[in-house]
């Protein structure tokens, strides 16, 4: 039995000046998934978040019982109208998170411990805003993924590979106490090494590649989708790979919005890739994330019906 994607949605924040929230983003692409899916918010058992960057750089309480609560998920134990109680973490590995919790919501359905696993991502900048920080290189966004288990073996997520390289991490977000005085609420610091580009290229071609080997997947038949940690990024790795450039799919953000997908990428990437059904010659997905670490993940998967 593979694991599949019942539902998937993004939610950006709403025009105007009010400042952009990951619960309020993350809850909104939860409950327009739940929705989709016609699934009640009482039958999830498992609620995965995935975002790093977070209002107000908010570290506790965990994130995904904030989202859990915003997207309305199973606030009532005596209900009892589907799992007892539902589970929620917090999982971060920067632009690789919902590859992981891929990963380990495969792990939770195949062990017969819930029968369905949210995951949500979502990333906003501290201060309220993205496109009020020019020096700030993420999109305020979030995501959520229904997984289930599906009959078929053949449909849904192949094995998840991830990769690091050793190193230096090439990139990084963090809070400089020293700097930031009485702003840091509303400020973060992203920086990157100068090789990060190169280093990070090197890293995702060989992940890929092995993965290809490794799995047997026909790359002429596979719709790349990954993000963009780079401007240059896509059109780069689409050349190592040998494949054509509409061969890789790296969203930009919906709405024009400023900044680049961060850890919703692979759930913008899924949604654009199967609008309408996959083009013609393609079977399955190859989802590809790259980021600070230096840590590169990828998994194949062949949507339900093909």
Aim: with cysteine; charged share 20%.
């Amino acid at each position: 039995m593979g694991t599949v994607i019942t539902a998937a949605r993004v939610a950006a924040p709403a025009p105007g000046p009010a400042a952009a929230t990951t619960v309020r983003l993350a809850g909104e692409a939860a409950r327009d998934c739940l929705e989709r899916a016609r699934v009640s918010t009482d039958a999830v058992g498992v609620l995965i978040n995935v975002g790093v960057y977070r209002e107000h750089n908010t570290i506790e309480p965990s994130m995904a019982a904030l989202v859990q609560k915003e997207a309305g998920v199973h606030l009532d134990y005596h209900q009892r109208t589907g799992p007892t109680a539902t589970f929620s973490f917090d999982l971060m590995n920067g632009a690789c998170g919902v590859l992981n919790a891929v990963q380990v919501s495969g792990a939770l359905l195949a062990g017969g411990s819930t029968e369905r696993v949210l995951v949500t991502a979502a990333d906003a900048h501290p201060g309220g805003r993205a496109d009020q920080d020019p020096d700030y290189p993420y999109a305020d966004l979030g995501a959520a993924l229904l997984l289930e288990r599906s009959p078929i073996p053949e449909e849904g997520f192949g094995p998840v590979r991830q990769r690091g390289a050793r190193g230096p991490a090439g990139g990084a977000g963090f809070l400089d106490m020293a700097a930031m005085g009485s702003e840091g609420r509303r400020r973060i610091t992203v920086r990157r090494d100068q090789d990060w580009e190169p280093r990070l290229l090197d890293l995702t071609v060989d992940t890929v590649t092995g993965y290809v080997r490794d799995e047997g997947l026909e790359l002429p038949r596979t719709l790349l989708v990954c993000n963009r940690p780079t401007p240059g990024f896509t059109a780069a790795l689409a050349g190592r790979l040998g494949l054509a450039p509409d061969a890789v799919i790296a969203p930009e953000a919906p709405d024009a919005a400023e900044g680049v997908p961060h850890t919703a990428a692979p759930v913008l990437g899924y949604l654009r890739a199967v609008e309408g059904g996959l083009p013609e010659g393609y079977d399955q997905l190859l989802i590809v994330s790259a980021g600070a670490g230096l840590t590169a993940a990828c998994v194949s998967y062949r949507p339900r019906g093909l």
